[in-house]
């Protein structure tokens, strides 16, 4: 169970690690930047869209909008870009 639980928390780090790099390179473009810089401050922002004391409606928000502003941005970074990124983890 918790070996798990220790794997997820590993993969969102590294994810979050690629995110940092991809910001911070130059060759990222800019909308792509944005997308990414504002996944980020969604999930670690207290303030959403629907509240998480509404139960369920108020968690299924967070697991909507965060992955749609993600893969919106991964769309527009050039693939190569992106693999040699995961390679500087």
Do not use: W
């Amino acid at each position: 169970m918790f070996s798990i639980i220790r794997r997820i928390f590993g993969l969102i780090r590294r994810e979050l690690k690629l995110y940092r790099i991809l910001i911070r390179d130059s060759r990222t473009p800019r909308t792509s930047r944005l997308l990414l810089a504002a996944a980020i401050a969604y999930a670690f922002s207290p303030l959403d869209l629907l509240p998480n004391v509404i139960p369920i409606i108020g968690f299924i928000d967070d697991l909507i909008i965060i992955p749609i502003l993600v893969c919106l941005a991964l769309r527009n970074i050039p693939k190569p870009l992106v693999l040699e990124s995961r390679t500087r983890i």
